[in-house]
T-cell receptor, first 112, second 109 residues
Framework: DSGVTQTPKHLITATGQRVTLRCSPR?????VYWYQQSLDQGLQFLIQ???????AKGNILERFSAQQFPDLHSELNLSSLELGDSALYFC???????????FGPGTRLTVL | GIQVEQSPPDLILQEGANSTLRCNFS?????LQWFHQNPWGQLINLFY???GTKQNGRLSATTVATERYSLLYISSSQTTDSGVYFCAVGNTGGFKTIFGAGTRLFVKA
């Protein structure tokens, strides 16, 4: 158990819908990262937050947005869902920006 | 952006064999991690190793930052070592983390 929690574990929804994925970092960690793992794209970095502020953006679609709250938990919002958004979404956390990252168990999203 | 290449892409071993997995990266990095993704999808930390050598039981890793590569050694492999091994780097001056495509390992009993 890495100490990073993600909810829900599984999510099944329909095209065009909107979902919110939640992540709680390890106690004491200030950085939160979001990743998408799909069969054809591998593990892709989406976005990073540090102490509530966005620090880096990767291959995150405009339909996706995220935020980190004052209590340091983070949410990833996915809207206007498409079949291709079906993937495993991971959250990770680290103490600072360049430190070792620890991954949560992931949320498996299926868009039908 | 920085490119990360892992080799080999696939590896089949007999239980008890040793193996070396390689990660090449195209630019300077400020951090490097090795992960094992087990068949249930969990990403398990193996090493945080931006430079130098570390050992943990049957596993060890070496990163030669000046030559832009890292190696993961697995000795006396076990069936529970099966899964995908990923290398992930953070580029100097940026905050993005780039994963390699992984090495898929299957250890036969």
């Amino acid at each position: 158990d890495s100490g990073v929690t993600q909810t829900p574990k599984h999510l099944i929804t329909a095209t065009g819908q909107r979902v919110t994925l939640r992540c709680s970092p390890r106690s004491g960690d200030l950085s939160v990262y979001w990743y998408q793992q799909s069969l054809d794209q591998g593990l892709q970095f989406l976005i990073q937050y540090y102490n509530g502020e966005e620090r880096a953006k990767g291959n995150i679609l405009e339909r996706f947005s995220a935020q980190q709250f004052p209590d340091l938990h983070s949410e990833l919002n996915l809207s206007s869902l498409e079949l291709g958004d079906s993937a495993l979404y991971f959250c990770a956390s680290s103490v600072e920006i360049y430190n070792e990252q620890f991954f949560g168990p992931g949320t498996r999203l299926t868009v039908l | 952006g920085i490119q990360v290449e892992q080799s080999p892409p696939d590896l089949i071993l007999q239980e008890g064999a040793n193996s070396t997995l390689r990660c090449n990266f195209s630019d300077s990095v400020n951090n490097l991690q090795w992960f094992h993704q087990n068949p249930w999808g969990q990403l398990i930390n193996l090493f945080y190793i931006p430079s130098g050598t570390k050992q943990n039981g049957r596993l060890s890793a070496t990163t030669v930052a000046t030559e832009r590569y890292s190696l993961l050694y697995i000795s006396s492999s076990q069936t529970t070592d099966s899964g995908v091994y990923f290398c992930a780097v953070g580029n100097t001056g940026g905050f993005k983390t780039i994963f390699g495509a992984g090495t898929r390992l299957f250890v036969k009993a």
